[in-house]
């Protein structure tokens, strides 16, 4: 079993920077993919990045360039540097972790870009 918390969403005007991040307790962090899912009002919720444990990247293609996403297998943390925010980032962030056919959530994090 593994427990999720988020932090560091917020309010930021377009073109600013937020960090969120992702604290997991629970034992082998090293060996889950760590993901940032995010939902928009009205959306689906979708993957806007992964880190697998074997430190493989993938980025949504509308967030490739402007987020960043890093792991710290020692301190059981994934984290999500987001700059360059639009207007259309605007979500729920969910931190989720994964492997073999189990999957966990974050309760999320609001972020909001708006002037």
């Known amino acids: 079993q593994v427990q999720l918390v988020e932090s560091g969403g917020g309010l930021v005007q377009p073109g600013g920077s937020l960090r969120l991040s992702c604290a997991a307790s629970g034992s082998d962090f090293s060996t889950y993919a760590m993901a940032w899912y995010r939902r928009s009002p009205g959306r689906q919720r979708e993957l806007a990045a992964i880190?697998?444990?074997?430190?493989?990247?993938k980025y949504q293609e509308s967030v490739e360039g402007r987020f960043t996403i890093s792991r710290d297998n020692a301190k059981g943390t994934v984290s999500l540097q987001m700059n360059g925010l639009k207007p259309e980032d605007t979500a729920v962030y969910y931190c989720?972790?994964?492997?073999?056919?189990?999957?966990?959530w974050g309760q999320g994090t609001q972020v909001t870009v708006s002037s």
């Open positions: 989720n972790a994964a492997r073999w056919g189990s999957a966990y």
């Open positions: 880190i697998f444990n074997n430190g493989i990247i």
